[in-house]
T-cell receptor, first 115, second 113 residues
Framework: SQQGEEDPQALSIQEGENATMNCSYK?????LQWYRQNSGRGLVHLILIRSNEREKHSGRLRVTLDTSKKSSSLLITASRAADTASYFC???????????????FGRGTSLIVHP | EPEVTQTPSHQVTQMGQEVILRCVPI?????FYWYRQILGQKVEFLVSFYNNEISEKSEIFDDQFSVERPDGSNFTLKIRSTKLEDSAMYFCASPGPGADTQYFGPGTRLTVL
């Protein structure tokens, strides 16, 4: 299975601290994606890192990818209360027919940032 | 950012009833997808739809589910005879930039009593 699994399941920090979430997966990937989900809402794509990349930045987000360990991390620096959400990693396998990329999600990390 | 819309936002139904969930994906995309998320659990792929046909489906997408494109812009997910375990958030999604990502709708919360 290509399923990503996030760790920890829950993370509680104070505003201004950094939050680090990890993701492990089982088989080779072309890319790995991180999504965010606010409570009761849909998923929002945050960042995609390709298998030939080791690190990627987007604003306060920093994603790393270690293909030898089959793991990725998402770092949110200088966290804000508005960062409170669930964060999911997704690893899209390529289905043989049609060529559509359908990401497989883990259970997510629930992040709470206290003001 | 392009927007995917879904209606209704919340649907309450009795067990055994039929429900139809609606989605308006991003225009000019031939692919769209349905997912569900049982409360507190992971997002699960249900089905992908390409050019008016089912492209892929998961084992969750059994005979009680169907997808249709009743007109040019709307897509529906129909559950023929709902069960208690169908209670979940249902999301539709359109391909995002580069087709490796997806834009998700806000979801429909289905509650089966």
């Amino acid at each position: 299975s290509q399923q990503g699994e996030e760790d920890p399941q829950a993370l509680s920090i104070q505003e201004g601290e950094n939050a680090t979430m990890n993701c492990s997966y089982k088989t080779s990937i072309n890319n790995l994606q991180w999504y965010r989900q606010n409570s009761g809402r849909g998923l929002v794509h945050l960042i995609l890192i390709r298998s030939n990349e080791r690190e990627k930045h987007s604003g306060r987000l920093r994603v790393t990818l270690d293909t030898s360990k089959k793991s990725s991390s998402l770092l949110i620096t200088a966290s804000r209360a508005a960062d409170t959400a669930s964060y999911f990693c997704a690893t899209p396998p390529l289905f043989a027919s049609g060529g559509s990329y359908i990401p497989t999600f883990g259970r997510g990390t629930s992040l709470i940032v206290h003001p | 950012e392009p927007e995917v819309t879904q209606t209704p936002s919340h649907q309450v139904t009795q067990m055994g009833q039929e429900v139809i969930l609606r989605c308006v994906p991003i225009s000019n995309h031939l692919y769209f997808y349905w997912y569900r998320q049982i409360l507190g659990q992971k997002v699960e792929f249900l089905v992908s739809f390409y050019n008016n046909e089912i492209s892929e489906k998961s084992e969750i997408f059994d005979d009680q589910f169907s997808v249709e494109r009743p007109d040019g812009s709307n897509f529906t997910l129909k559950i023929r005879s709902t069960k208690l375990e169908d209670s979940a958030m249902y999301f539709c999604a359109s391909p995002g930039p580069g087709a490796d990502t997806q834009y998700f709708g806000p979801g429909t919360r289905l509650t089966v009593l």
